[in-house]
DNA sequence: TCAGAGGTAATTTTT
DNA sequence: TTACCTCTGA
């Protein structure tokens, strides 16, 4: 038998992929090579005779994930693939959906809601029933009703213990209604109605449990509650599953992954083997004896090291700031000189807790012509004339879908008011029927408005009929066309780059018809609802890659530099409430940690704006947790700053510190304080000659608190607040404070 | 219909 | 601070 596909795993990898047929759960520590696992197990159950890809099921989380492990396999294998199940959740529930759409009591041409259809949607319906959404607001209604679903209840089990979740379960009822009559379907309810699918129809079940044998699940520390119940139903007695994750990597609680699913899945399963992958192919010794380190703090782990034969690389670099600005600063020269070494840009990362630290970092990349690239934001069919061109074709394919119609029925505008929009919802609620059909049938608009609606629904009768005869994008050209979407960008003033996304969706559109087999309309609004387009802006350019630690899990790079570590912010302060809440915040610093391979920077700003206002910040606890043997501290160069600092005052409330310009560089690196605890060596050089708290006095405003300091050297700065004259932020050098 | 004012909230995100 | 939303007046 040809295994040389089998050649080069390590022991644990090997006997995870070849383990006989029985349930599984493989610890896959962070860059141990679990998609291997995954796809080598795959390859090797084919290649063995074991059994042939159609008994094969296995579901990711994203699409990437789902696209990487396929062509894995294909490289692997020589047969055709066809008949094995390879996807995301919400992509296999669709396919069982879209295959059985009368037996889950759907029409065959059911429309994905994304989220901000989902809210869109809820938000019309508050509308509609007159709800105050002030009491009911629809971000609310929408976590209620995501939440229910993905426990599994739908209204007649949700709980309600007051007025207001009952109220809250009543619009849950109502929305289900309101999307059962459009045709359409949202995220949790592709997974809910399939599942139901499953429990309720015993032939279907028992086709697909025969049907497949061997069950396989990627990052399982992220599946929720109802994922499981899927997965359980679906692999139903007898059946197996091989499921890999790390539970310190489980960093989804808040969008309802359930970590304890991997132990009740070692129950309910009788999992004889836990094979734990700890050996790491991607980090070098002290990233991952840090990473250890700190994880040791998390309670209730399944437990697990990560080791490497790499050696221990170089120390990790801390860094402390007295500003943000000043972090920003370093990280640009640092970035700086990694570039004149030989580094790729596109090999480093820039990592923050949240989206909005990126701003400074951002300006000082921006200031010093560092090409960067940020991830996150909104994907191409996210994009507001995107969605207006795909409202059009939603249509075409479904006119019920009351939400895609009102989108565009007056956009680009055609004259049709608000108010007659109004009028015509309520005739089409008097009627019991859609707007589309409302709008085709007799309407007691006025003649200007009735004119113009019918205008619309030509558009749309006449993008109908091609649905049935051209090509994809011809259809989508022709929708452009029709919709005078592209002449309205085209006549607007920063329309620009949005003609040149409606010009993508043809090219998506071609894309898509040559890739997959059905290239029917439907097909296509699926991909667009499911897949949102990867986040690309730039691919090619070599740029510094910025993005927040969570889009980062899965990722690796040369060189990381983890910003912002102060308490507060990563430990997030929401998160520190609850002792779950720290150790996600914990285990989100781990993957942090885990992302680097040779280089690993860590920083902290004692000064931050944040929300408009000056913030003191302290180091994280985090740092401390790093073991400082593993560390070496940099400092900024001192003979570096030239001039003394000048203060200068900003509209008589408060003191601005002029930016600094010395420069940084790991040339400079000074004091390893490896025998000192490393959050006191970071703290050393912010020592202040005065305490928090302490009462001093000054020449011309008198008595006074201090309330914080910033800064070092020259820098160095004393927040007081005086009785009299109020809080004042000043240069320590010049205030000549007084101890009282 | 649209621009501008004013109010408010401000982790993390894939599908 | 800023981004986003809703409301209002022309």
């Known amino acids: 038998m040809n295994s040389s596909f089998l050649s080069g795993l390590n022991p644990e990898q090997l006997r995870a992929v070849t383990l006989p047929r029985e349930s599984a759960l493989v610890l896959a520590g962070a860059g141990s090579g679990k998609t291997r696992v995954l796809t080598t197990r795959i390859v090797h159950l084919i290649q063995s005779g074991e059994t042939s890809p159609g008994a094969i099921l296995a579901v990711t989380f994203t699409n990437k994930a789902a696209k990487e492990m396929l062509m894995r396999i294909c490289a692997m294998l020589p047969i055709n693939t066809r008949g094995m199940w390879v996807g995301t959740f919400h992509g296999l529930c669709n396919r069982l959906l879209r295959a059985h759409h009368r037996e889950a009591r759907l029409p065959q041409l059911f429309q994905i809601l994304d989220s901000q259809d989902q809210f869109a949607a809820i938000k019309r319906l508050l509308k509609t029933l007159n709800v105050d959404d002030e009491k009911f607001p629809p971000r609310e209604l929408q976590y209620f009703i995501n939440a229910n679903k993905e426990e599994g209840r739908r209204p007649k089990d949700a709980e309600a213990y007051d007025d207001y979740s009952r109220r809250m379960v009543e619009l849950y009822k109502a929305y289900e209604e309101q999307c059962q009559r459009e045709g359409v379907v949202d995220f949790a309810e592709l997974l809910l109605r399939s599942y139901e699918l499953l429990l309720n129809d015993e032939v279907l079940r028992e086709h697909y449990r025969e049907r497949f044998k061997f069950v396989l699940v990627d990052e399982f520390q992220d599946t929720n509650r109802l994922q499981y119940r899927w997965l359980k139903l679906l692999a139903g007695n007898g059946g197996t599953i091989f499921a890999v994750g790390d539970d310190d990597q489980s960093i989804y609680a808040f969008r309802g992954a359930h970590v304890g699913n991997m132990q009740d899945f070692q129950r309910d399963f009788a999992v004889k083997h836990l094979i734990k992958l700890e050996q790491n192919y991607r980090s070098h010794g002290n990233i991952l004896d840090a990473a250890n380190a700190l994880i040791r703090n998390n309670r209730g782990r399944l437990?697990?090291?990560?080791?490497?034969?790499?050696?221990?690389?170089?120390?990790?670099?801390?860094?402390?700031?007295?500003?943000?600005?000043?972090?920003?600063?370093?990280?640009?020269?640092?970035?700086?000189?990694?570039?004149?070494?030989?580094?790729?840009?596109?090999?480093?990362?820039?990592?923050?807790?949240?989206?909005?630290q990126s701003r400074v970092l951002e300006h000082a990349l921006f200031s010093s012509s560092i090409p960067y690239r940020v991830y996150g934001g909104l994907r191409f069919f996210e994009r507001m004339e995107v969605k207006h061109c795909l409202a059009y074709l939603r249509l075409a394919a479904n006119p019920d879908d009351d939400g895609a119609f009102l989108r565009v029925v007056n956009f680009?505008?055609?004259?049709?008011g608000a108010r007659s929009v109004e009028q015509l919802q309520e005739a089409a609620e008097k009627a019991g029927v859609s707007l589309m059909q409302a709008a085709s049938a007799h309407n007691p608009l006025s003649a200007r408005a009735a004119a113009s609606l019918q205008n619309f629904v030509q558009i749309i009768e006449r993008l109908k009929q091609s649905a049935a005869g051209v090509n994809l994008p011809e259809l989508v050209e022709e929708a452009l066309e029709l919709s005078q979407l592209r002449t309205h960008y085209q006549t607007e003033k920063e329309g620009a780059d949005r003609v040149e996304n409606l010009n993508e969706i043809v090219n998506a559109a071609t894309a898509f018809m040559q890739e997959e087999e059905d290239s029917a309309l439907v097909a296509f609004l699926t991909h667009a609802s499911l897949e949102a387009g990867e986040h690309e802006a730039g691919e090619g350019a070599d740029a510094l890659q910025l993005m927040t630690v969570h889009s980062a899990k899965g990722l690796e790079f040369s060189a990381v530099f983890l910003s912002g570590l102060e308490e507060g912010l990563f430990p997030h302060e929401n998160s520190a409430a609850e002792a779950e809440g720290l150790e996600e915040e914990r285990r989100l610093m781990y993957v942090a940690i885990t992302r680097a391979r040779k280089r690993l920077y860590a920083s902290y700003a004692g000064s931050r704006m944040l929300h408009g206002q000056l913030r003191y910040g302290l180091p994280s606890r985090f740092l401390e947790e790093i073991p400082p043997q593993l560390c070496k501290v940099i400092q900024p160069e001192l003979q570096a700053y030239a001039a003394p600092v000048r203060s200068t005052k900003v509209g008589g409330t408060g003191w601005r510190a002029n930016e600094p310009r010395y420069g940084y560089s790991t040339r400079?690196?000074?004091?390893?304080?490896?025998?000192?605890?490393?959050?006191?060596?970071?703290?050393?050089?912010?020592?202040?000659?005065?305490?928090?708290?302490?009462?001093?006095?000054?020449?011309?405003?008198?008595?006074?608190?201090?309330?914080?300091?910033?800064?070092?050297?020259?820098?160095?700065?004393?927040?007081?607040?005086?009785?009299?004259?109020g809080t004042k932020l000043l240069a320590l050098e010049y205030a000549k404070l007084q101890a009282v």
Do not use: C
Request: proline residues 6%; neutral net charge.
């Open 303 to 356: 437990g697990k090291e990560l080791w490497t034969d790499a050696g221990a690389g170089e120390p990790i670099r801390l860094y402390a700031a007295p500003s943000d600005n000043d972090e920003a600063a370093f990280i640009v020269e640092e970035v700086k000189a990694l570039r004149n070494d030989g580094w790729r840009l596109s090999d480093m990362a820039l990592l923050y807790r949240s989206n909005a």
């Open 412 to 416: 680009p505008p055609r004259g049709l």
């Open 668 to 725: 400079y690196e000074a004091a390893t304080k490896a025998d000192a605890q490393v959050p006191q060596a970071m703290r050393a050089k912010i020592e202040y000659p005065f305490k928090i708290g302490q009462n001093v006095s000054h020449s011309k405003f008198g008595a006074g608190v201090v309330m914080s300091f910033e800064g070092v050297g020259p820098d160095a700065r004393v927040m007081v607040n005086f009785k009299q004259a």
